[in-house]
């Protein structure tokens, strides 16, 4: 394996993974390594280049920590994660179609009961969330276990505060015995992805916005269920169909209703599509 | 844009780069959004997999470092290092080859008078390093930069040794008006790449070992001539034909000749490609 040149060197590196114990990391290996090799070939990639790649990666690494997960973002701005929830997703009509999980998710939310207030102080306009959890044959599915997690009217999950002492719009409540579930909360608002790392140096370097719609994210799981991870998304939000995360699907747009006293609600069912 | 399945989600991530203003970029982004998504869609990319790829990932950012650059490993062991060094490094016959720079450079290295000991109290066996650098034409190129730079008998470059108050066994010297250069300095030993990270994880889980033949590492600039960045590699190392960054070329492979009192010379001449 000497004189590697720009003709050979795929077949000898796919060579020293072909002994991969694991068929299929040898499987994936093999592929990355062929698309890597294309890439750098087809766009006969210089040093220069290789080098800013390089940077941009380590960059990216660098930015990530307990509160914030650059790599996803990354994943998310060029719709790889999109287009992997859209092949591990597909499920019967009828069922709540699954969209991006995002970089924001904790697991370890505070439980609330029905009719709590999850905002628990994130600023924003209040707002009723109702609901109920179904089957795909209809039948109420009780005790599901509900996350939901939102940005604050300014744009902030709760961490992106480094200096918040408690969770704040976000939360895990159980449905009811008949499905159904209510919560308090803020009104979602459409916000910008952070850009303050090497994914919005991207962003701006190719004239692309960061913004996503207003949304609310929902994890929502039960035996005998595959487990929901979707958004629903505010109708009449100006980025619904320029998404920074390539995450919207008409099926998830919903109406908050503002109320005479100036709060909104949201009523939003979900179908769950059971294990196969 | 909406509604985005696992079969349109590729062309509209396209459409969303294809307003980069620099058309290199473009070029760029457009080339690895097509490779990246088709590597997803070829191996059928679980998202539990896809999660494990954000976490290499984010490990492999954050064990890079000012002494580390593990992305730079991972860039080598997947070949596309040496990839990059072909496309860009053909040069007529009879000019040296290049091969991979490799992560352990560095900018500020001491400058040494000719027949000077860079090593500078790094461990390993006595060695002798002379030759000359040359055109293409022959002609002796006088004042050239030489940087070199090598592991000791451990198989350590000073930059993984945190403790080190100075530089070892790396250098700057100029050759001579005959294009000559002479310098002391230890034998080059074959040596594991850093293997106590992502990288060395990846190389576990794919079977390969992670050892680069003993070489001596050397970047040379001359006005007028190629940068080159190249190594040479001492003649009957067991790994020449299994280098863990597939950068070994026969015509770098030189005699590291015991002498009668134990030490060793080598005898290594250069010959840059004019600048085209």
């Not at 207030?117 to 005790?143: F, H, I, M, S, Y």
């Amino acid at each position: 394996m000497r004189n590697l040149n720009q003709d050979t060197i795929t077949q000898a590196v796919l060579a020293r993974f072909a002994g991969t114990p694991d068929p299929r990391l040898k499987e994936i290996m093999t592929c990355l390594v062929q698309h890597l090799h294309a890439f750098a070939r087809e766009v006969k990639l210089t040093e220069a280049e290789w080098l800013q790649g390089i940077q941009f990666l380590t960059a990216t690494g660098h930015k990530c920590d307990t509160q914030r997960q650059e790599f996803i973002l990354l994943s998310d701005t060029l719709g790889l994660s999109m287009l992997t929830v859209a092949m591990n997703n597909e499920k019967p009509a009828g069922c709540t179609e699954a969209t991006v999980f995002g970089p924001f998710f904790l697991e370890d939310a505070p439980h609330y009961e029905q009719g709590a207030d999850v905002a628990n102080g994130a600023r924003g306009e209040p707002c009723v969330v109702r609901g109920t959890v179904k089957g795909l044959d209809g039948k109420p599915v009780a005790d599901a276990v509900i996350n939901v997690w939102q940005a604050d009217a300014d744009g902030n999950y709760d961490v992106q505060y480094a200096e918040l002492a408690h969770p704040q719009a976000r939360g895990i409540l159980r449905s009811g015995p008949d499905g159904g579930f209510h919560f308090k909360t803020i009104r979602a608002e459409a916000y910008p992805i952070p850009s303050d790392g090497p994914v919005g140096d991207m962003l701006k370097a190719t004239a692309n916005h960061p913004w996503r719609p207003a949304h609310l994210h929902f994890m929502i799981e039960a035996p005998g269920y595959e487990r929901l991870i979707t958004q629903v998304f505010r109708d009449g939000d100006p980025y619904l169909d320029s998404d920074a995360v390539f995450g919207v699907r008409q099926s998830l747009v919903a109406d908050w209703v503002e109320l005479p006293d100036g709060s909104y609600s949201l009523d939003y069912d979900f179908v769950l599509n059971p294990v196969r």
